[in-house]
């Protein structure tokens, strides 16, 4: 069965007013046929009003995902002990404003609680523990999300699996047992296998595939490939490839999502990075746009009051398509085109609809900026750096300029 939201019934029947020039992300996401364009966010932004006042607009955003509320630290902070009291306020949040949700996350080496990350364990004993954690979580979230990231970033950036707890313990048949398990709980949700520096082609990507292939191969359920996004501006990765790349992920089967999308640059931002941004945003919403097996976006919290980016990256930020002050930056403008071009859209009065994409974005630059990604194996971006800069080699997967 099909299932349209009102939004999607109101386009498809022209029934919206005469013009759609105030059409947002998420409106103009789903007139192209996506499901949704959303945000994450995370449960401290939640008593800024202006900001969830925002978060709640839904012409922009029709999903949401936790930040960091659904983690295992944060479900199962002792062993058997489950608080969901964090993850049910955003749950509810959305579910009130009949945004999508996208749950995240159920096995990741990151954020684990003490308990898992220090125990002594056995293959028996972690894998008893690890399908009692997954069982109780989405059980606990059945029939609120759209998908779950069943197993995070469990690859290295060589291809490698991560060695992980779980991978020490249990070898690689940890993550389609995951799948399984997820799978027994809620038959209906989404299952992803979710990882960053795999929305272009090279051996990360091409081991995220054959995850694809082992979890089909254990009999095990997958039913998407989330590809995060955290990306660097004028290092950002084509629009060609990362299409094309999507592409090998629909080959064999599976949906496809940008599931972190942030663009990052060197502070102070200005006028020059803030219009690469918007062509690095638009480029790569643009693969997703021009995907039919790409399901949707969401952003890695909407306004750089909140990013992650500065506490993790030292010099790095302005990296969302808000600002600090809640302000859209010119980022905004760069989506919402590759998304169909709003401005130009109109619904007639005899229901036909414009609002068909007329995306003309490029992808990236063809020059690094400082700090900014240059090469490795795989890498399809800008190769020659910014002058006064140098590419610079620091293993077979990253170079830098710098
Ligand atoms: O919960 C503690 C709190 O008790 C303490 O007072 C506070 C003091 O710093 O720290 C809190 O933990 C922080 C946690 O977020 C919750 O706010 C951690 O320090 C902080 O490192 C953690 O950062 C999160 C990060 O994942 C951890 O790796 C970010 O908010 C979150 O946006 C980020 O999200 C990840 C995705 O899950 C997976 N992909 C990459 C992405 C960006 O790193």
Not at 355 to 384: F, K, R
Request: charged share 10%; aromatic share 10%; with cysteine.
């Amino acid at each position: 069965m099909v299932c349209l939201s009102a939004k999607a019934l109101l386009l498809a029947a022209g029934c919206l007013p005469q013009l759609v020039h105030s059409a947002g992300l998420d409106t103009s996401a789903v007139a192209l046929g996506k499901l949704y364009f959303g945000t994450a966010t995370d449960n401290p932004e939640l008593t800024d009003t202006a900001y969830v006042t925002q978060l709640n607009n839904t012409d922009d955003f029709g999903q949401i995902t936790p930040g960091n509320s659904q983690k295992w630290d944060a479900t199962e902070p002792s062993q058997n002990t489950f608080t969901f009291t964090n993850g049910d306020v955003i749950a509810d949040l959305a579910e009130a404003n009949g945004q999508k949700l996208r749950c995240h996350n159920l096995v990741w080496y990151n954020q684990l609680p003490s308990w898992v990350s220090s125990g002594t364990w056995t293959n028996a004993t972690l894998l008893a523990a690890m399908k009692n954690h997954i069982t109780n979580v989405v059980t606990h979230y059945k029939g609120q999300c759209y998908a779950w990231d069943v197993v995070n970033e469990g690859l290295a950036d060589d291809g490698t699996y991560r060695d992980n707890i779980f991978y020490q313990y249990i070898g690689e048949a940890y993550i389609p047992i995951a799948f399984a398990t997820a799978a027994a709980a809620d038959p209906d949700v989404k299952l992803y296998y979710n990882d960053y520096n795999i929305e272009y082609a090279g051996a990360k990507s091409t081991a995220a595939q054959n995850i694809v292939k082992l979890i089909k191969s254990y009999g095990a359920k997958i039913d998407g490939v989330g590809l995060q996004g955290h990306f660097i501006v004028g290092s950002t990765p084509s629009q060609s490839s990362q299409a094309s790349n999507m592409a090998a992920f629909a080959a064999l089967g599976v949906e496809v999502a940008i599931t972190e999308l942030d663009i990052r640059m060197t502070l102070p931002s200005t006028d020059a990075l803030l219009a690469q941004q918007k062509t690095d945003y638009a480029g790569t919403v643009a693969a997703c746009a021009q995907t039919s097996a790409c399901v949707g976006v969401t952003i890695w919290d909407w306004t750089d009051k909140y990013s992650w980016v500065p506490s993790t990256f030292s010099g790095q930020g302005a990296a969302c398509p808000w600002d600090e002050n809640l302000v859209k930056k010119p980022a905004y403008t760069g989506i919402l085109t590759a998304l169909g071009g709003t401005a130009t859209s109109t619904s007639t009065a005899s229901g036909s609809s414009t609002t068909t994409s007329t995306s003309t974005s490029t992808g990236s630059s063809s020059v690094a900026q400082q700090y900014g990604q240059c090469g490795g194996s795989g890498w399809t971006g800008a190769t020659t750096c910014v002058s006064g800069t140098t590419c610079t080699y620091f293993n077979d997967w990253y170079s830098q300029c710098l």
